[in-house]
Nanobody, 126 residues
Framework: QVQLVESGGGLVQPGGSLRLSCAAS????????IGWFRQAPGNEREAVSC????????YYVGSVKGRFTISRDNAKNLVYLQMNSLRPEDTAVYYC???????????????????WGQGTQVTVSS
């Protein structure tokens, strides 16, 4: 059974940090790139970041470049999203997702992904 389970969300003040984790099981983790998406109420799901398979190429949406860092531990089937200098506009439900056939033009397209987690809430507020 394929599972992607996010954790690490919560309430943080502006300027603070959180580290999200995505635990994968039920598929060959090394063969899949992993992306992070977020969705705020009333908004469409937005791509945040993605990391490719073995070589670990990374992609970021412009609004998080320099603040967020994605990484993966293939030995533990985990992907992390380190989020620093958080802003109120980062508030959303964050989802991780797995994609088998990644290209530079697909990492930010939600329907290209094969598997999804249930999401974790991140709230940035004072």
């Amino acid at each position: 059974q394929v599972q992607l389970v996010e954790s690490g969300g919560g309430l943080v003040q502006p300027g603070g940090s959180l580290r999200l984790s995505c635990a994968a099981s039920g598929f060959t983790f090394d063969n899949y790139a992993i992306g992070w998406f977020r969705q705020a109420p009333g908004n469409e799901r937005e791509a945040v970041s993605c990391i490719s398979t073995i070589e670990g190429s990374t992609y970021y949406v412009g609004s998080v470049k320099g603040r967020f860092t994605i990484s993966r531990d293939n030995a533990k089937n985990l992907v992390y999203l380190q989020m620093n200098s958080l802003r109120p506009e980062d508030t959303a439900v964050y989802y991780c997702a797995a994609i088998r056939n990644l290209s530079g033009g697909t990492w930010y397209v939600p329907y290209e992904y094969d598997y999804w987690g249930q999401g974790t809430q991140v709230t940035v507020s004072s």
